[in-house]
Protein backbone atom coordinates (compact mmCIF):
# COMPACT_ATOMS: atom_id res chain seq x y z
CA UNK A 1 0.00 0.00 0.00
CA UNK A 2 1.30 3.44 -0.81
CA UNK A 3 -1.56 5.61 0.88
CA UNK A 4 -1.99 6.65 4.34
CA UNK A 5 -5.61 7.51 5.50
CA UNK A 6 -6.68 9.73 7.80
CA UNK A 7 -9.94 10.99 9.17
CA UNK A 8 -10.01 14.48 10.51
CA UNK A 9 -13.23 15.21 10.94
CA UNK A 10 -16.80 13.25 10.38
CA UNK A 11 -20.57 14.42 10.82
CA UNK A 12 -22.37 11.28 10.94
CA UNK A 13 -21.96 9.27 7.77
CA UNK A 14 -19.73 12.13 6.18
CA UNK A 15 -15.70 12.36 7.00
CA UNK A 16 -13.36 14.58 5.98
CA UNK A 17 -9.83 13.33 5.32
CA UNK A 18 -6.21 13.97 4.81
CA UNK A 19 -4.86 11.28 2.49
CA UNK A 20 -1.52 10.86 1.88
CA UNK A 21 0.10 9.58 -1.80
CA UNK A 22 3.29 9.17 -3.58
CA UNK A 23 3.09 12.57 -4.96
CA UNK A 24 0.82 14.31 -2.47
CA UNK A 25 -0.92 14.73 -0.09
CA UNK A 26 -4.89 15.24 -0.48
CA UNK A 27 -7.95 17.17 1.27
CA UNK A 28 -11.20 14.79 1.12
CA UNK A 29 -13.85 15.42 0.02
CA UNK A 30 -12.21 15.72 -2.78
CA UNK A 31 -12.84 16.43 -7.07
CA UNK A 32 -10.51 15.61 -9.21
CA UNK A 33 -10.32 16.88 -13.01
CA UNK A 34 -10.72 14.76 -16.06
CA UNK A 35 -7.43 15.10 -17.94
CA UNK A 36 -7.64 12.22 -20.71
CA UNK A 37 -5.20 13.02 -22.52
CA UNK A 38 -2.63 13.92 -20.05
CA UNK A 39 -3.88 17.66 -19.80
CA UNK A 40 -7.02 19.50 -18.47
CA UNK A 41 -8.13 21.03 -22.01
CA UNK A 42 -7.50 25.03 -22.08
CA UNK A 43 -5.63 25.03 -18.52
CA UNK A 44 -2.20 24.67 -17.69
CA UNK A 45 -0.50 23.02 -14.72
CA UNK A 46 0.64 26.34 -13.42
CA UNK A 47 -3.26 27.80 -13.08
CA UNK A 48 -4.38 24.23 -11.69
CA UNK A 49 -2.32 24.65 -9.19
CA UNK A 50 -3.66 27.89 -8.58
CA UNK A 51 -6.90 26.90 -8.27
CA UNK A 52 -6.05 24.23 -5.72
CA UNK A 53 -6.28 20.88 -8.12
CA UNK A 54 -4.82 18.31 -5.98
CA UNK A 55 -5.43 15.08 -8.38
CA UNK A 56 -6.21 14.62 -12.44
CA UNK A 57 -6.99 12.16 -13.98
CA UNK A 58 -5.52 10.29 -17.19
CA UNK A 59 -7.16 7.80 -19.17
CA UNK A 60 -5.45 4.37 -20.20
CA UNK A 61 -7.22 3.79 -23.20
CA UNK A 62 -6.40 7.05 -24.33
CA UNK A 63 -3.23 7.52 -23.28
CA UNK A 64 -2.10 4.28 -24.55
CA UNK A 65 -3.47 4.93 -28.29
CA UNK A 66 -1.72 8.40 -28.11
CA UNK A 67 0.84 8.87 -27.07
CA UNK A 68 1.41 5.26 -26.13
CA UNK A 69 2.60 3.72 -22.95
CA UNK A 70 5.74 2.53 -23.48
CA UNK A 71 6.40 6.91 -24.44
CA UNK A 72 5.57 7.96 -21.61
CA UNK A 73 7.74 4.96 -19.41
CA UNK A 74 10.87 6.32 -21.40
CA UNK A 75 10.27 9.72 -20.74
CA UNK A 76 10.12 9.56 -16.99
CA UNK A 77 5.90 8.43 -16.18
CA UNK A 78 3.04 10.89 -17.21
CA UNK A 79 4.28 13.10 -13.87
CA UNK A 80 7.51 14.19 -15.82
CA UNK A 81 5.60 13.85 -19.07
CA UNK A 82 2.72 16.34 -18.31
CA UNK A 83 5.36 18.26 -15.79
CA UNK A 84 2.49 17.67 -13.21
CA UNK A 85 3.95 17.72 -9.74
CA UNK A 86 1.21 16.36 -7.47
CA UNK A 87 -1.21 13.68 -7.64
CA UNK A 88 -2.62 11.41 -10.58
CA UNK A 89 -5.06 8.75 -11.52
CA UNK A 90 -5.37 7.02 -13.97
CA UNK A 91 -8.61 5.02 -15.15
CA UNK A 92 -8.28 1.42 -16.50
CA UNK A 93 -9.92 1.72 -19.51
CA UNK A 94 -12.99 0.03 -18.56
CA UNK A 95 -15.95 3.11 -19.08
CA UNK A 96 -14.63 3.01 -22.48
CA UNK A 97 -16.25 -0.35 -22.62
CA UNK A 98 -19.40 1.56 -22.23
CA UNK A 99 -19.17 5.03 -24.14
CA UNK A 100 -17.08 3.37 -26.92
CA UNK A 101 -19.52 0.15 -26.83
CA UNK A 102 -19.61 0.18 -30.92
CA UNK A 103 -16.10 -0.43 -30.95
CA UNK A 104 -15.69 -2.82 -28.16
CA UNK A 105 -16.30 -6.84 -28.00
CA UNK A 106 -16.13 -8.37 -24.29
CA UNK A 107 -14.77 -11.92 -23.40
CA UNK A 108 -13.55 -13.20 -20.36
CA UNK A 109 -9.85 -13.05 -22.02
CA UNK A 110 -10.78 -8.97 -21.77
CA UNK A 111 -11.80 -6.32 -24.19
CA UNK A 112 -11.27 -5.91 -27.98
CA UNK A 113 -11.26 -2.52 -28.90
CA UNK A 114 -11.30 -1.01 -32.47
CA UNK A 115 -8.71 1.32 -32.31
CA UNK A 116 -10.56 5.10 -33.46
CA UNK A 117 -6.77 5.85 -34.63
CA UNK A 118 -5.99 3.29 -36.86
CA UNK A 119 -9.13 1.22 -37.14
CA UNK A 120 -6.55 -1.90 -35.57
CA UNK A 121 -7.97 -3.85 -32.89
CA UNK A 122 -6.68 -3.00 -29.17
CA UNK A 123 -7.09 -5.71 -26.96
CA UNK A 124 -7.23 -4.60 -23.54
CA UNK A 125 -7.05 -7.55 -20.49
CA UNK A 126 -6.67 -7.17 -16.90
CA UNK A 127 -2.96 -7.41 -17.50
CA UNK A 128 -2.57 -5.21 -20.06
CA UNK A 129 -4.30 -2.51 -18.28
CA UNK A 130 -2.28 -2.71 -15.27
CA UNK A 131 1.02 -2.75 -17.22
CA UNK A 132 -0.19 0.08 -19.22
CA UNK A 133 -0.71 1.88 -15.86
CA UNK A 134 2.63 0.79 -14.29
CA UNK A 135 4.59 2.57 -17.36
CA UNK A 136 2.22 5.78 -16.39
CA UNK A 137 2.84 5.53 -13.29
CA UNK A 138 0.06 7.31 -11.42
CA UNK A 139 -0.06 7.58 -7.70
CA UNK A 140 -3.59 5.73 -8.33
CA UNK A 141 -4.57 2.91 -10.33
CA UNK A 142 -7.76 1.35 -11.13
CA UNK A 143 -8.80 -2.44 -11.99
CA UNK A 144 -10.05 -3.15 -15.43
CA UNK A 145 -13.99 -3.93 -14.35
CA UNK A 146 -16.62 -5.01 -16.43
CA UNK A 147 -18.81 -2.30 -16.84
CA UNK A 148 -22.60 -2.09 -17.82
CA UNK A 149 -25.04 0.95 -17.93
CA UNK A 150 -27.00 0.85 -14.87
CA UNK A 151 -29.54 1.26 -17.87
CA UNK A 152 -29.60 -2.60 -18.38
CA UNK A 153 -31.14 -5.38 -17.25
CA UNK A 154 -31.10 -8.94 -16.68
CA UNK A 155 -27.97 -11.48 -16.17
CA UNK A 156 -25.66 -9.28 -17.85
CA UNK A 157 -25.17 -7.09 -14.72
CA UNK A 158 -24.63 -10.33 -12.88
CA UNK A 159 -22.01 -11.65 -15.74
CA UNK A 160 -19.94 -8.43 -15.34
CA UNK A 161 -20.28 -8.41 -11.57
CA UNK A 162 -18.45 -11.63 -11.34
CA UNK A 163 -16.34 -10.96 -14.57
CA UNK A 164 -15.15 -8.03 -12.61
CA UNK A 165 -14.16 -9.68 -9.29
CA UNK A 166 -12.23 -12.42 -11.47
CA UNK A 167 -10.44 -9.27 -13.15
CA UNK A 168 -9.65 -7.87 -9.88
CA UNK A 169 -7.55 -10.89 -8.91
CA UNK A 170 -5.93 -10.49 -12.55
CA UNK A 171 -5.14 -6.89 -11.79
CA UNK A 172 -3.91 -7.60 -8.55
CA UNK A 173 -1.16 -10.35 -9.79
CA UNK A 174 -0.16 -8.20 -12.74
CA UNK A 175 0.82 -5.07 -10.35
CA UNK A 176 4.56 -4.42 -10.04
CA UNK A 177 4.39 -1.72 -8.16
CA UNK A 178 2.44 -1.58 -4.90
CA UNK A 179 5.12 -0.02 -3.13
CA UNK A 180 4.00 2.87 -5.60
CA UNK A 181 1.14 2.91 -7.26
CA UNK A 182 -2.18 2.40 -5.07
CA UNK A 183 -4.17 -0.30 -7.05
CA UNK A 184 -8.42 0.51 -6.01
CA UNK A 185 -11.47 -2.18 -6.67
CA UNK A 186 -14.41 -0.91 -7.94
CA UNK A 187 -17.33 -2.34 -7.45
CA UNK A 188 -20.23 -3.41 -9.66
CA UNK A 189 -23.50 -4.60 -9.98
CA UNK A 190 -25.49 -2.86 -11.33
CA UNK A 191 -28.72 -1.57 -9.22
CA UNK A 192 -29.27 -4.77 -7.63
CA UNK A 193 -28.69 -4.53 -3.77
CA UNK A 194 -27.31 -8.26 -3.33
CA UNK A 195 -24.90 -8.00 -6.22
CA UNK A 196 -23.43 -5.23 -5.20
CA UNK A 197 -23.17 -6.19 -1.65
CA UNK A 198 -21.29 -10.00 -3.09
CA UNK A 199 -19.14 -7.35 -4.87
CA UNK A 200 -18.19 -5.46 -1.97
CA UNK A 201 -17.51 -8.39 -0.20
CA UNK A 202 -15.22 -9.73 -2.50
CA UNK A 203 -13.32 -6.82 -3.16
CA UNK A 204 -12.52 -5.68 0.86
CA UNK A 205 -11.37 -9.57 1.04
CA UNK A 206 -8.65 -8.46 -1.15
CA UNK A 207 -7.85 -5.77 1.73
CA UNK A 208 -6.88 -2.83 -1.47
CA UNK A 209 -6.09 0.48 -0.29
CA UNK A 210 -8.88 2.32 -1.84
CA UNK A 211 -12.49 1.17 -3.45
CA UNK A 212 -14.19 2.96 -6.38
CA UNK A 213 -18.20 2.24 -6.71
CA UNK A 214 -18.51 2.18 -10.39
CA UNK A 215 -21.26 1.46 -12.98
CA UNK A 216 -23.26 4.84 -12.04
CA UNK A 217 -23.79 8.35 -13.25
CA UNK A 218 -24.58 6.54 -16.68
CA UNK A 219 -28.59 7.38 -16.80
CA UNK A 220 -30.00 5.69 -14.30
CA UNK A 221 -32.63 7.32 -11.75
CA UNK A 222 -31.45 9.43 -9.02
CA UNK A 223 -33.10 7.67 -6.38
CA UNK A 224 -31.28 4.44 -7.52
CA UNK A 225 -28.49 6.31 -7.56
CA UNK A 226 -28.31 7.58 -4.04
CA UNK A 227 -29.26 3.93 -2.44
CA UNK A 228 -26.36 2.66 -4.62
CA UNK A 229 -24.01 4.80 -2.80
CA UNK A 230 -25.26 4.48 0.23
CA UNK A 231 -25.40 0.96 0.16
CA UNK A 232 -21.59 0.82 -0.52
CA UNK A 233 -20.44 3.50 1.44
CA UNK A 234 -22.04 1.56 4.23
CA UNK A 235 -20.15 -1.46 3.62
CA UNK A 236 -16.81 -0.02 2.14
CA UNK A 237 -14.12 -0.09 5.24
CA UNK A 238 -13.88 2.87 7.00
CA UNK A 239 -10.65 3.36 7.05
CA UNK A 240 -10.12 2.89 3.03
CA UNK A 241 -10.91 5.91 0.68
CA UNK A 242 -13.95 5.33 -0.94
CA UNK A 243 -14.41 6.73 -4.79
CA UNK A 244 -17.90 7.62 -6.87
CA UNK A 245 -16.64 7.24 -10.31
CA UNK A 246 -18.48 9.52 -13.03
CA UNK A 247 -19.69 12.10 -10.55
CA UNK A 248 -20.44 14.75 -11.23
CA UNK A 249 -22.91 17.87 -10.46
CA UNK A 250 -22.23 19.56 -7.61
CA UNK A 251 -25.73 18.61 -6.11
CA UNK A 252 -24.54 14.78 -6.68
CA UNK A 253 -21.10 15.08 -4.67
CA UNK A 254 -22.72 16.78 -2.00
CA UNK A 255 -25.14 14.17 -1.15
CA UNK A 256 -22.77 11.48 -1.69
CA UNK A 257 -20.52 13.29 0.95
CA UNK A 258 -23.41 12.92 3.18
CA UNK A 259 -23.21 9.53 2.62
CA UNK A 260 -19.69 8.56 3.02
CA UNK A 261 -18.16 9.24 0.15
CA UNK A 262 -14.66 11.03 -0.25
CA UNK A 263 -13.59 11.09 -4.36
CA UNK A 264 -15.33 12.10 -7.33
CA UNK A 265 -14.22 13.01 -11.04
CA UNK A 266 -16.49 14.16 -14.35
CA UNK A 267 -15.87 15.80 -17.19
CA UNK A 268 -19.28 17.81 -16.47
CA UNK A 269 -17.23 21.13 -15.16
CA UNK A 270 -14.57 21.48 -18.65
CA UNK A 271 -16.96 20.02 -21.18
CA UNK A 272 -20.29 22.18 -20.04
CA UNK A 273 -17.47 25.01 -19.81
CA UNK A 274 -16.97 24.45 -23.56
CA UNK A 275 -20.84 24.71 -24.39
CA UNK A 276 -20.90 28.16 -22.35
CA UNK A 277 -21.97 26.90 -19.06
CA UNK A 278 -20.64 28.21 -15.84
CA UNK A 279 -20.90 26.35 -12.49
CA UNK A 280 -22.62 28.76 -10.08
CA UNK A 281 -24.09 28.49 -6.60
CA UNK A 282 -27.64 28.90 -7.66
CA UNK A 283 -26.95 26.43 -10.31
CA UNK A 284 -25.66 26.93 -13.86
CA UNK A 285 -25.29 29.97 -15.86
CA UNK A 286 -25.61 29.73 -19.84
CA UNK A 287 -23.33 32.86 -20.99
CA UNK A 288 -24.71 32.24 -24.31
CA UNK A 289 -27.75 33.94 -23.54
CA UNK A 290 -28.57 36.97 -25.26
CA UNK A 291 -29.47 38.39 -21.65
CA UNK A 292 -25.74 37.99 -21.04
CA UNK A 293 -24.52 40.50 -23.64
CA UNK A 294 -24.89 43.79 -21.82
CA UNK A 295 -24.65 41.87 -17.64
CA UNK A 296 -21.97 43.92 -16.05
CA UNK A 297 -21.57 41.20 -13.41
CA UNK A 298 -19.04 38.87 -13.29
CA UNK A 299 -20.04 34.94 -13.56
CA UNK A 300 -20.57 34.56 -9.78
CA UNK A 301 -20.10 37.36 -7.30
CA UNK A 302 -19.25 35.23 -4.54
CA UNK A 303 -16.22 33.43 -6.66
CA UNK A 304 -12.55 34.85 -6.12
CA UNK A 305 -10.93 33.05 -9.10
CA UNK A 306 -8.77 35.18 -11.89
CA UNK A 307 -12.23 34.71 -14.43
CA UNK A 308 -14.33 36.42 -11.60
CA UNK A 309 -12.01 39.28 -10.37
CA UNK A 310 -11.54 40.31 -14.13
CA UNK A 311 -14.36 39.52 -16.67
CA UNK A 312 -17.75 40.21 -16.56
CA UNK A 313 -20.61 38.45 -17.75
CA UNK A 314 -20.93 40.56 -21.31
CA UNK A 315 -17.12 40.15 -22.12
CA UNK A 316 -17.28 36.50 -21.31
CA UNK A 317 -20.59 36.19 -23.92
CA UNK A 318 -18.94 37.97 -26.68
CA UNK A 319 -16.09 34.97 -26.71
CA UNK A 320 -18.34 31.78 -26.22
CA UNK A 321 -19.56 31.63 -29.25
CA UNK A 322 -16.57 32.89 -31.16
CA UNK A 323 -13.39 32.02 -29.36
CA UNK A 324 -11.90 29.24 -27.51
CA UNK A 325 -10.38 31.63 -24.96
CA UNK A 326 -14.51 31.39 -24.06
CA UNK A 327 -13.92 27.49 -23.04
CA UNK A 328 -10.57 28.30 -22.01
CA UNK A 329 -11.88 31.16 -19.12
CA UNK A 330 -15.23 29.11 -18.36
CA UNK A 331 -13.35 25.97 -17.65
CA UNK A 332 -11.09 27.13 -15.25
CA UNK A 333 -13.54 29.38 -13.55
CA UNK A 334 -15.35 25.98 -13.48
CA UNK A 335 -12.76 23.81 -12.17
CA UNK A 336 -12.85 26.80 -9.32
CA UNK A 337 -15.93 26.41 -8.36
CA UNK A 338 -15.22 22.61 -8.12
CA UNK A 339 -11.77 22.84 -6.14
CA UNK A 340 -14.08 25.64 -3.79
CA UNK A 341 -16.98 22.96 -3.81
CA UNK A 342 -14.72 20.08 -2.21
CA UNK A 343 -12.52 22.93 -0.13
CA UNK A 344 -15.64 24.18 1.50
CA UNK A 345 -17.01 19.76 2.32
CA UNK A 346 -13.86 19.26 3.99
CA UNK A 347 -13.78 22.67 5.95
CA UNK A 348 -17.21 22.54 6.95
CA UNK A 349 -16.93 18.62 8.37
CA UNK A 350 -13.84 19.54 9.98
CA UNK A 351 -15.20 22.24 11.51
CA UNK A 352 -18.18 21.09 12.90
CA UNK A 353 -20.61 22.74 10.61
CA UNK A 354 -21.61 20.17 7.25
CA UNK A 355 -25.31 20.16 8.47
CA UNK A 356 -25.26 24.10 8.24
CA UNK A 357 -23.44 24.37 5.00
CA UNK A 358 -25.70 21.78 3.31
CA UNK A 359 -28.61 23.66 4.60
CA UNK A 360 -26.92 26.59 2.72
CA UNK A 361 -25.89 24.97 -0.44
CA UNK A 362 -29.89 23.52 -1.29
CA UNK A 363 -31.20 27.18 -0.33
CA UNK A 364 -29.19 28.67 -3.12
CA UNK A 365 -29.76 26.20 -5.26
CA UNK A 366 -33.54 25.59 -4.71
CA UNK A 367 -34.50 29.27 -3.44
CA UNK A 368 -37.88 27.90 -3.89
CA UNK A 369 -37.95 25.07 -1.44
CA UNK A 370 -38.38 22.72 -4.41
CA UNK A 371 -35.63 20.09 -3.08
CA UNK A 372 -36.07 16.99 -5.26
CA UNK A 373 -37.29 14.03 -3.34
CA UNK A 374 -34.20 11.98 -3.85
CA UNK A 375 -32.05 14.12 -2.27
CA UNK A 376 -34.54 14.63 0.81
CA UNK A 377 -34.56 10.70 1.07
CA UNK A 378 -31.05 10.29 0.71
CA UNK A 379 -30.13 13.36 3.88
CA UNK A 380 -32.53 11.67 5.71
CA UNK A 381 -30.67 8.43 5.43
CA UNK A 382 -27.50 10.67 6.21
CA UNK A 383 -28.97 12.19 8.77
CA UNK A 384 -29.07 15.62 8.13
CA UNK A 385 -32.06 18.00 9.18
CA UNK A 386 -32.93 19.58 6.01
CA UNK A 387 -36.40 20.28 6.36
CA UNK A 388 -36.09 23.96 6.72
CA UNK A 389 -34.65 24.07 2.90
CA UNK A 390 -37.49 22.13 1.84
CA UNK A 391 -41.20 24.23 0.87
CA UNK A 392 -44.55 22.58 2.86
CA UNK A 393 -46.27 20.16 0.98
CA UNK A 394 -49.54 21.52 0.20
CA UNK A 395 -52.66 20.13 1.99
CA UNK B 1 3.72 57.75 -24.10
CA UNK B 2 6.72 59.45 -25.67
CA UNK B 3 8.74 57.83 -28.34
CA UNK B 4 13.31 58.32 -28.55
CA UNK B 5 15.67 57.51 -31.25
CA UNK B 6 18.06 56.02 -29.02
CA UNK B 7 20.72 54.71 -31.62
CA UNK B 8 19.99 56.45 -35.32
CA UNK B 9 21.24 55.40 -38.44
CA UNK B 10 24.67 56.01 -38.88
CA UNK B 11 26.68 57.25 -42.06
CA UNK B 12 25.47 59.73 -45.02
CA UNK B 13 22.23 59.21 -46.92
CA UNK B 14 20.90 57.43 -43.49
CA UNK B 15 17.30 58.74 -43.06
CA UNK B 16 15.25 56.52 -43.76
CA UNK B 17 17.37 53.31 -42.14
CA UNK B 18 17.21 50.84 -39.06
CA UNK B 19 17.08 52.86 -36.20
CA UNK B 20 17.24 52.05 -32.08
CA UNK B 21 14.44 53.59 -30.43
CA UNK B 22 12.61 53.31 -26.96
CA UNK B 23 9.01 53.92 -26.34
CA UNK B 24 8.41 55.06 -22.75
CA UNK B 25 4.12 53.76 -22.42
CA UNK B 26 3.74 56.36 -19.65
CA UNK B 27 0.36 56.80 -17.74
CA UNK B 28 1.80 56.41 -14.38
CA UNK B 29 2.79 53.53 -14.59
CA UNK B 30 6.74 52.30 -13.30
CA UNK B 31 7.12 50.31 -16.83
CA UNK B 32 10.66 50.63 -18.09
CA UNK B 33 10.69 51.58 -21.66
CA UNK B 34 10.03 49.42 -24.54
CA UNK B 35 13.07 48.91 -26.90
CA UNK B 36 12.07 49.00 -30.15
CA UNK B 37 11.57 47.47 -32.78
CA UNK B 38 9.55 46.04 -30.96
CA UNK B 39 6.51 43.35 -31.58
CA UNK B 40 2.91 44.25 -30.80
CA UNK B 41 1.55 40.77 -29.11
CA UNK B 42 -1.59 40.25 -31.91
CA UNK B 43 -4.96 39.77 -29.50
CA UNK B 44 -8.42 38.74 -30.31
CA UNK B 45 -10.99 40.47 -28.45
CA UNK B 46 -8.63 41.87 -26.29
CA UNK B 47 -6.62 39.29 -25.28
CA UNK B 48 -3.48 37.10 -27.01
CA UNK B 49 -4.62 33.87 -28.06
CA UNK B 50 -5.18 31.13 -25.62
CA UNK B 51 -3.32 33.36 -22.72
CA UNK B 52 -5.31 34.60 -20.08
CA UNK B 53 -4.22 37.46 -18.03
CA UNK B 54 -2.24 35.38 -15.47
CA UNK B 55 -0.32 33.31 -18.01
CA UNK B 56 0.09 37.00 -19.77
CA UNK B 57 2.38 37.95 -17.01
CA UNK B 58 4.78 35.41 -17.80
CA UNK B 59 6.03 36.25 -20.60
CA UNK B 60 9.13 38.66 -21.09
CA UNK B 61 8.56 42.24 -19.40
CA UNK B 62 8.51 45.13 -20.30
CA UNK B 63 7.71 43.44 -24.19
CA UNK B 64 4.53 41.96 -23.37
CA UNK B 65 2.86 44.99 -22.58
CA UNK B 66 2.57 46.01 -25.96
CA UNK B 67 -1.16 44.83 -27.56
CA UNK B 68 -2.60 44.85 -30.64
CA UNK B 69 -6.56 45.55 -30.96
CA UNK B 70 -8.51 45.84 -33.64
CA UNK B 71 -11.76 47.38 -33.39
CA UNK B 72 -13.18 45.12 -35.91
CA UNK B 73 -13.75 42.47 -33.04
CA UNK B 74 -16.07 44.16 -31.16
CA UNK B 75 -18.77 45.15 -34.00
CA UNK B 76 -21.11 42.24 -33.13
CA UNK B 77 -20.71 42.73 -29.37
CA UNK B 78 -20.03 43.98 -26.62
CA UNK B 79 -22.02 46.70 -27.79
CA UNK B 80 -19.96 50.68 -27.15
CA UNK B 81 -22.09 51.18 -24.60
CA UNK B 82 -21.59 48.29 -22.45
CA UNK B 83 -17.92 48.49 -23.17
CA UNK B 84 -17.95 52.31 -21.90
CA UNK B 85 -19.79 51.23 -18.95
CA UNK B 86 -17.03 48.51 -18.06
CA UNK B 87 -14.13 51.13 -18.50
CA UNK B 88 -12.52 50.71 -21.86
CA UNK B 89 -10.77 47.68 -22.84
CA UNK B 90 -8.25 47.90 -20.56
CA UNK B 91 -10.42 46.97 -17.51
CA UNK B 92 -12.98 44.96 -19.97
CA UNK B 93 -9.92 42.24 -20.27
CA UNK B 94 -8.13 42.78 -17.17
CA UNK B 95 -5.19 44.31 -18.44
CA UNK B 96 -5.07 47.91 -16.89
CA UNK B 97 -1.37 48.15 -16.93
CA UNK B 98 -0.79 47.22 -20.55
CA UNK B 99 -0.65 49.21 -23.64
CA UNK B 100 -3.37 48.82 -26.65
CA UNK B 101 -2.33 49.98 -30.07
CA UNK B 102 -5.56 49.48 -31.77
CA UNK B 103 -5.48 49.38 -35.80
CA UNK B 104 -8.44 48.12 -38.16
CA UNK B 105 -6.73 44.73 -39.53
CA UNK B 106 -5.50 41.56 -38.63
CA UNK B 107 -3.96 38.96 -40.30
CA UNK B 108 -6.38 36.30 -38.89
CA UNK B 109 -9.95 37.66 -38.09
CA UNK B 110 -10.26 41.05 -39.81
CA UNK B 111 -8.42 41.35 -43.18
CA UNK B 112 -9.06 44.32 -45.28
CA UNK B 113 -10.89 43.51 -48.27
CA UNK B 114 -10.48 46.15 -50.82
CA UNK B 115 -13.04 44.59 -53.32
CA UNK B 116 -15.93 45.63 -50.93
CA UNK B 117 -14.27 49.39 -50.08
CA UNK B 118 -16.23 52.02 -51.06
CA UNK B 119 -16.85 55.81 -50.64
CA UNK B 120 -18.77 54.73 -47.38
CA UNK B 121 -16.06 52.65 -45.32
CA UNK B 122 -13.33 50.28 -45.39
CA UNK B 123 -14.51 46.60 -45.82
CA UNK B 124 -12.78 43.27 -44.01
CA UNK B 125 -13.32 39.83 -44.20
CA UNK B 126 -14.31 38.26 -40.60
CA UNK B 127 -15.91 35.16 -39.42
CA UNK B 128 -19.42 36.18 -39.35
CA UNK B 129 -18.45 37.90 -43.16
CA UNK B 130 -17.41 40.74 -44.78
CA UNK B 131 -18.30 44.22 -42.53
CA UNK B 132 -17.81 47.51 -43.82
CA UNK B 133 -16.77 49.79 -41.30
CA UNK B 134 -17.19 53.85 -41.46
CA UNK B 135 -15.08 56.47 -39.58
CA UNK B 136 -18.45 56.91 -37.34
CA UNK B 137 -19.11 53.29 -36.55
CA UNK B 138 -15.06 53.09 -36.25
CA UNK B 139 -14.66 56.00 -33.61
CA UNK B 140 -17.69 54.86 -31.37
CA UNK B 141 -15.71 51.44 -31.23
CA UNK B 142 -12.56 53.78 -30.25
CA UNK B 143 -14.51 56.22 -28.00
CA UNK B 144 -15.59 53.21 -25.81
CA UNK B 145 -12.90 50.46 -25.69
CA UNK B 146 -10.41 53.59 -25.31
CA UNK B 147 -6.59 51.93 -26.98
CA UNK B 148 -3.75 53.99 -25.75
CA UNK B 149 -2.52 54.21 -29.42
CA UNK B 150 -4.99 54.28 -32.66
CA UNK B 151 -4.95 53.94 -36.37
CA UNK B 152 -7.39 55.94 -38.42
CA UNK B 153 -9.17 53.57 -41.15
CA UNK B 154 -7.12 52.81 -44.17
CA UNK B 155 -8.42 52.05 -47.96
CA UNK B 156 -5.80 49.45 -48.19
CA UNK B 157 -5.30 48.49 -51.69
CA UNK B 158 -2.90 45.47 -52.96
CA UNK B 159 0.43 46.54 -54.97
CA UNK B 160 -1.49 45.41 -58.36
CA UNK B 161 -4.26 47.99 -58.74
CA UNK B 162 -4.14 50.58 -61.18
CA UNK B 163 -2.87 53.92 -60.48
CA UNK B 164 -6.33 55.62 -60.63
CA UNK B 165 -7.49 53.14 -57.90
CA UNK B 166 -4.17 53.57 -56.25
CA UNK B 167 -4.78 57.71 -56.04
CA UNK B 168 -8.31 57.33 -55.08
CA UNK B 169 -7.67 55.01 -52.01
CA UNK B 170 -4.40 57.96 -51.07
CA UNK B 171 -7.74 60.31 -50.97
CA UNK B 172 -10.23 58.09 -49.31
CA UNK B 173 -7.55 57.82 -46.41
CA UNK B 174 -6.62 61.22 -45.76
CA UNK B 175 -10.62 62.12 -45.74
CA UNK B 176 -11.37 59.34 -43.42
CA UNK B 177 -8.03 60.80 -41.02
CA UNK B 178 -9.89 64.11 -41.31
CA UNK B 179 -13.58 62.09 -40.40
CA UNK B 180 -12.35 60.14 -37.54
CA UNK B 181 -9.95 63.16 -35.88
CA UNK B 182 -12.84 65.24 -35.58
CA UNK B 183 -14.80 62.78 -33.70
CA UNK B 184 -12.08 62.19 -31.43
CA UNK B 185 -12.73 63.63 -28.25
CA UNK B 186 -8.54 63.98 -27.56
CA UNK B 187 -8.29 65.83 -31.57
CA UNK B 188 -5.38 63.35 -32.71
CA UNK B 189 -3.32 63.35 -29.28
CA UNK B 190 -3.17 59.62 -29.49
CA UNK B 191 -3.81 58.93 -33.27
CA UNK B 192 -1.35 57.11 -35.59
CA UNK B 193 -2.17 58.06 -39.45
CA UNK B 194 -2.13 55.15 -41.97
CA UNK B 195 -0.15 55.63 -44.76
CA UNK B 196 -1.13 54.29 -48.10
CA UNK B 197 -0.08 54.60 -51.77
CA UNK B 198 1.16 51.47 -52.96
CA UNK B 199 4.25 51.07 -54.69
CA UNK B 200 4.75 54.67 -55.56
CA UNK B 201 7.58 55.91 -53.36
CA UNK B 202 5.98 59.26 -54.39
CA UNK B 203 2.73 59.14 -53.06
CA UNK B 204 4.43 57.50 -49.82
CA UNK B 205 6.13 60.47 -49.31
CA UNK B 206 3.51 63.04 -49.95
CA UNK B 207 1.01 61.28 -47.57
CA UNK B 208 3.48 61.23 -45.05
CA UNK B 209 4.18 64.88 -45.40
Redesign the interface.
Known amino acids: MALQFEVVGRFNRARASKLTLPHYVVQTPMFMPVGTQGTIKGL ?1 N ?2 LE ?1 IGCQIILGNTYHLALRPGAELIDELGGLHKFMNWKRGLLTDSGGFQMVSLLHLADITEEGVTFQSPVDGKPMLLTPEESIQIQNKIGADIIMALDDVVRTTITGPRIEEAMYRTLRWMDRCIAAHKRPDAQNLFGIVQGGLDPVLRDICVRGLVERNLPGYAIGGLAGGEDKDSFWRVVAQCTAALPEDKPRYVMGVGYPLDIVVCSALGADMYDCVYPTRTARFGTALVPEGVLKLKHNAM ?2 D ?1 RPIDSTCSC ?2 C ?4 R ?2 I ?3 VT ?4 GS ?2 LS ?1 HNLSYMMRLSKDLHMSIVEGRFPEYVRGFLRTQFPKGDVPQWVCNAMEVAGIDISSCCAPVPV | MRFVVTKPSAGAGAAGKARLGALYLGGGGAAPPIETPALVVPT ?2 G ?1 P ?2 I ?4 LD ?1 LPYPDSLLLHLSPIH ?1 I ?4 T ?2 IK ?2 GGVHE ?3 LQDHFFIASPGDSVESLPEHGGTNKIGAAFET ?1 SGRRLINPKDYMDIISSTRPNLWASIADEVPAWVTEKRNRLSIDRTLKWLDDCLSLDQEKGASTLGAVVGGPNIEHRKKMCN
Open positions: TSQDASEMVKNYTAYHSLRDAMQLY | RRLSFSRDLRFECPSRTNIMVGP
